[in-house]
């Protein structure tokens, strides 16, 4: 490192030192290992490249990038959108067209054909997939990104390994010491008492946390699917060595780090193993690291729980935690309002976001890799005589097209009838009715499908945070039920939503009179509007409002110069909104005047409406 290098680091490392020795020392008592910790960092800072290093300063100089309208997120499989990692560098102009600057690549690292669980098991994490290309691709690929002012977001699966990872094939060997990465047990006496306390991830397609190793007559922690082993992060060579791992893959010119299940990284005995205070302590301790080594880099933590338990992964204001969170439960409240057509319960929701603090930016998005799981708030829904067992089922029942009117085709996911607490798979277009008026030929069912689709699009874009599409949206892409020929994923349905990028069919886009084409230009439409109006800002403040209609939900974002009305139907007929506004607003989508008052709405339409507020003298 020149001089100067050295000076930020050391400038950067004793801001966050006493802090990060602290906790450090609380959870581990190990100063020898604490100083490697810090020897590590100082390694990572001195490989990190000069460019990386170049968007450090820049960041850090705008530390509020991220939390600004102009950014619009995809996530992608990179084998099924480019194949590989220099096809996806290939399509990069494909990703610009959709105004997309903000990459999320779906796991790459190396990981077990057959057990997997779609990369979430990783067995080195150095290594690319060979499939997918080299860690040089990879390169390669973030430089292209960079280049291009997209920025790049990568899964860091920390809760555990592959049983192919060198430690777990070590740990089956009988060393000790990879054992102790782990949890062991020479019988089921312990694990039997974490079972008491120890909800289950996957009840049916992986049952129970933990699993028998014959050939080393042990029991393994495995709260995922038997072949992903916890990690124990009580024992400092664990957090020490992944760590490492992170700054390494970082320093591949990762900008967003998306920490997976990260309740999930402390277990003790007796609790629900979710969500102990010794978490936050790691994420803490994350966050300084990164700020210390790649200050440029966020962290996007995974809490698919409820806003009292998400927000805490925010940390404070004075101690930051993760930058940005999933908006875990405006996503499934927003397909309960789809199968409800009743806005109270999402209206709720918004507003207990507006009251939160202005450090918590969330990710929005319709859809992504995993299922729809029904984490509602039944008590506020109970008001209202829906109780949560029959509620699920109607939920269910409306997607997988078995209620009288229904339109959705979607497939249940980890189907538990004890429990009574299936959850959900399918694409968004599957999900608005456009494949099942697609298989009827049904022109009017398409265009109220289409029109749900893009209502839907524009109620998360206009949400407070940053929007993330689910590649493959943007053009309507259906289910895909190929995987129930592959016995290595026939039993996860998730896989409906995994299906190969049509590249055919995206090339109608342009086409008129095709369903892409309908999509497409549409939602680019509305993305454009989002972009050219700070009143998008994350940071600007927003209510809802009684629109005198239950189905239709009014979303008010306003800052000193700009007023945003969102109004959004969710039912199949068509209504006027009230909004106690009076006069002209201009509708951001068509540029049409409308009088704000009253607002017609088409079945499952939207409307963006829009004025410039005079200054005040
Ligand atoms: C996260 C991922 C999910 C995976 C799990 C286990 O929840 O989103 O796909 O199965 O972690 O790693």
Request: charged share 20%; aromatic share 12%.
């Amino acid at each position: 490192m020149t001089q100067q290098e050295e000076a930020l680091f050391q400038q950067r490392l004793a801001r966050h030192r006493d802090e990060l020795r602290w906790l450090y020392m609380e959870l581990y008592d190990n100063g020898p290992m604490f100083d490697a910790l810090c020897g590590q960092m100082h390694g990572y800072a001195e490989t990190r490249a000069a460019a990386l290093k170049a968007r450090d300063a820049a960041r850090e100089a705008d530390p509020d990038w991220y939390k600004r309208n102009d950014l619009l997120g995809m996530m992608l499989y990179v084998h099924n959108f480019g194949g590989t990692l220099r096809g996806v560098e290939s399509h990069l102009d494909y990703i610009q067209e959709c105004g997309v600057n903000y990459l999320h690549l779906m796991p790459l690292l190396a990981s077990p054909r057959g057990k997997s669980d779609g990369g979430y098991a990783v067995a080195d994490f150095r290594t690319i997939q060979p499939e997918l290309g080299t860690m040089e691709d990879f390169n390669a690929l973030t430089s292209a990104c960079h280049q291009k002012g997209i920025s790049v977001c990568l899964d860091f699966v920390m809760n555990h390994t592959s049983e192919e990872h060198a430690w777990a094939r070590r740990a089956r060997a009988g060393e000790k010491e990879y054992q102790d990465r782990y949890f062991f047990f020479d019988d089921d006496t312990i694990p039997n008492q974490y079972e008491q306390t120890c909800p289950q991830v996957f009840p049916t397609t992986a049952p129970g946390n933990f699993t028998w190793l014959p050939d080393c007559r042990k029991m393994v922690m495995t709260t995922f699917y038997p072949y992903q082993w916890d990690l124990n992060y009580a024992n400092p060579v664990v957090f020490n060595e992944m760590a490492g791992n992170l700054l390494y893959l970082v320093n591949q010119g990762v900008d967003v780090v998306r920490l997976d299940a990260v309740p999930y990284i402390w277990k003790q005995l007796g609790t629900s193993c979710r969500n102990l205070p010794q978490v936050h302590t790691i994420v803490r301790m994350i966050r300084m690291i990164c700020e210390i080594v790649c200050p440029s880099v966020l962290l996007l933590g995974e809490v698919v729980m409820e806003p009292a338990r998400v927000a805490p992964y925010f940390g404070t204001p004075d101690k930051p935690e993760c930058h940005m969170l999933y908006n875990v439960t405006t996503m499934c409240t927003t397909w309960h309002t789809v199968a409800t057509a009743d806005t109270a319960l999402l209206r709720r929701q918004l507003d207990i976001l507006a009251g939160l603090p202005q450090n918590c930016i969330f990710q929005n998005y319709l859809r992504c890799h995993d299922d729809i799981g029904w984490g509602l708030d039944y008590d506020f829904l109970a008001r209202f005589g829906m109780q949560e067992v029959p509620h699920k089922k109607y939920l269910n029942d409306f997607f997988t097209g078995k209620t009288a009117n229904s339109f959705a085709i979607g497939e249940l996911y980890n189907d538990d009838p004890r429990l009574g607490d299936a959850r959900l798979c399918g694409t968004t277009a599957s999900l608005c009715g456009i494949e099942r008026a697609g298989f009827a030929g049904d022109k009017a069912a398409q265009e109220k499908a289409v029109r749900l689709d893009l209502t839907l699009h524009a109620f998360m874009l206009s949400q407070s945070g940053l929007p993330v599409l689910y590649s493959g949206d943007e053009i309507g892409q259906l289910n895909d039920y190929s995987y129930k020929d592959d016995p290595e994923k026939a039993s996860d349905s998730r896989y409906i939503h995994r299906g190969a990028f049509p590249w055919a069919l995206a090339a109608n886009r342009s086409i008129p009179g095709t369903l892409q084409n309908e999509l497409f230009p549409a939602l680019r439409r509305i993305e454009e509007a989002r972009r050219s109006h700070s009143v998008f800002d994350a940071g600007v403040p927003f209510h809802t409002i009684d629109t005198q209609n239950r189905a239709v939900l009014g979303l008010v974002r306003e800052n000193e110069s700009e007023t945003f009305i969102g109004l959004y139907n969710f039912c199949g007929e068509r209504c006027t909104a009230y909004t106690g506004e009076t006069g002209l607003y201009t509708d951001l989508v068509t540029g049409e005047a409308v009088d704000a008052g009253n607002v017609p709405l088409e079945p499952f339409g939207f409307r963006w409406l829009w004025k410039e507020t005079p200054a005040h003298p």
